[in-house]
């Protein structure tokens, strides 16, 4: 595509290209200088930790046929110098793949915890009623929401293949970044509002607006927001204002039973059964139902679809383990996920205790880690605090942040996460229920800058074997 009709197309107002090297033929929009090949449009991305405008000579000689910057360069390539690239990089990377977002059903899922659920629930509806759909997020990438070229490119390729949707969790990183801008949505939702990711957002307000984004003319037409808070409710009235059409959710109100392995309740009159535990699959799956309604499927079939569900990989997942207590692994990582999950296990512990185990990633928003110490201390009856995913910060300095939110001293701190859930299922009665929570799926620890291999679940069935055997020894010793 020609520069100039990339730049028309955008309605980006042009009178001559800058630069040397006439009006290039633009094959692709790259924002790494590493992968640029002949034909490029590289775009200088200043980031956290780089700055793009630093690699833009290497870029042209690798091939970039033009480059888009924040500050004029002296390049032998035409120089297009915008107030934000970011801004205009999504629009470019839309229309160099065909706008895939109009040859294919895009779906939209954000807010802080709920998104992964519903994406997976969505797409195990969509497949039981013959569609054919594609998913992006926490479980299929290393950003929940890929950058805007990549993201593009995906979906044109989807678009391609003949799929039916694409349902993607959408980050407040991404619609602050204007990653899914020039995506059009079939239908986008919200599922609820706290505290995380302030590190990057700084305050509440900011982190609110840029999940608002999401909820105007300018990507859909279409809503399914949760109202049961200040923030659902801010959102649908915003969204309505805009002339969204909005289902709005409630679910505080609807009867449920909620098992280990199961959640049941009520539907626009249909008796619903999912089997995946915790109290706030309600809330997932009627979103879920929701959209897919949306989407053209028949009540009927939706909830059939639930019921047919596969479990979602490190959410509110049991872990079979001996000695009688209940092991479930979560990925809840805020204030408000973590509270919700251990009164979901309080609610499947039938009397037994409840034995909490839990740190908080480095790098990330210091300010959550006391209140995070709170809710554990406050849903637990136990509590364990040890190393989540560090990265390049001590956990002596994450943990330490951690107990100031707790009235009391945890009873145990324990750095090594593996001897952490050790010490948990050690302390285990027949009947409790023990929470490892925070990485959930994740099958890797990442600390001092090195990804080592640490999947929970697994851990916690090898430490159960472990106790298992030194009981069986014990005994064996004892006769």
């Known amino acids: 595509m020609l520069l100039s009709a990339l730049l028309a197309a955008t309605e980006q107002p042009f009178s001559t290209l800058p630069g040397t090297g006439g009006d290039p033929d633009i094959g692709r929009i790259v924002h790494d200088s590493r992968i640029v090949a002949s034909g490029d449009l590289f775009c200088c991305i200043s980031g956290q930790t780089s700055d793009g ?37 999504p629009l470019f990377a839309s229309q160099i793949a065909g706008v895939p977002s109009l040859q294919v059903d895009v779906i939209g899922v954000t807010g802080t915890n709920g998104k992964t659920s519903v994406v997976h629930l969505l797409a195990g509806v969509l497949e039981h009623a013959g569609r054919w759909p594609a998913t992006i997020g926490t479980l299929t990438g290393a950003l929940t929401t890929p950058e805007a070229p990549d993201l593009q490119a995906q979906l044109a390729s989807w678009a391609g293949e003949g799929r039916s949707e694409v349902i993607m969790e959408v980050s407040s990183h991404a619609l602050d970044q204007h990653r899914v801008d020039g995506t059009r949505f079939s239908a986008v939702a919200f599922t609820n509002l706290s505290r ?38 801010r959102v649908a009235d915003r969204a309505l204002e805009a002339g969204l059409e909005v289902v709005e959710v409630s679910v505080a109100e609807i009867g449920r039973v909620v098992h280990l392995d199961r959640v049941a309740f009520s539907w626009r009159g249909l008796d619903v059964q999912v089997p995946v535990g915790g109290d706030f699959t309600v809330a997932n799956s009627v979103v879920a139902a929701e959209l897919a309604l949306l989407s053209g499927v028949e009540p009927a079939v939706i909830v059939d679809g639930l019921a047919g569900i596969a479990p979602i990989p490190g959410r509110f997942e049991p872990v079979e383990v001996e000695g009688g207590a209940t092991v479930i692994v979560d990925y809840a990582h805020s204030p408000d996920s973590l509270t919700r999950l251990l009164a979901s296990a309080r609610g499947v512990s039938d009397g037994g205790r409840v034995i909490s185990v839990f740190g908080c990633g480095g790098e990330r928003d210091p300010g959550k880690r006391p209140e995070m110490g709170r809710a554990a201390h406050e849903g637990a009856d136990l509590v364990v605090v040890t190393s989540d995913n560090p990265r390049g910060e001590p956990p002596e300095v994450v943990i330490a942040d951690i107990l100031t939110g707790m009235a009391e001293p945890p009873a145990h701190t324990i750095l090594d996460r593996r001897r952490a859930i050790g010490k948990a299922l050690a302390l285990a009665r027949p009947g409790d229920v023990v929470v490892v929570s925070g990485k959930g799926h994740e099958a890797v620890q990442v600390s001092d800058g090195e990804s080592r291999p ?18 069986d020894a014990t005994v064996r010793t004892d006769s």
């Open 454 to 471: 640490f999947d929970d679940r697994t851990v916690v069935r090898e430490e159960a074997s472990r106790l298992a055997h030194a009981r």
């Open 196 to 233: 995380d990711h302030l590190d990057h957002h700084h305050t509440m307000e900011s982190y609110a607006a840029a999940k608002e984004r999401l909820f105007t003319g300018a990507f859909t037409d279409r809503a399914v927001v949760v109202v049961d808070s200040e923030a659902g409710r």
């Open 53 to 89: 405008h630093a690699y833009a000579r290497e870029a042209v000689e690798a091939g970039a046929a033009a480059v888009m910057a924040e500050l004029p360069l002296d390049l032998d390539v035409p120089v297009l110098v915008v107030p934000s690239v970011r801004r205009l990089m």
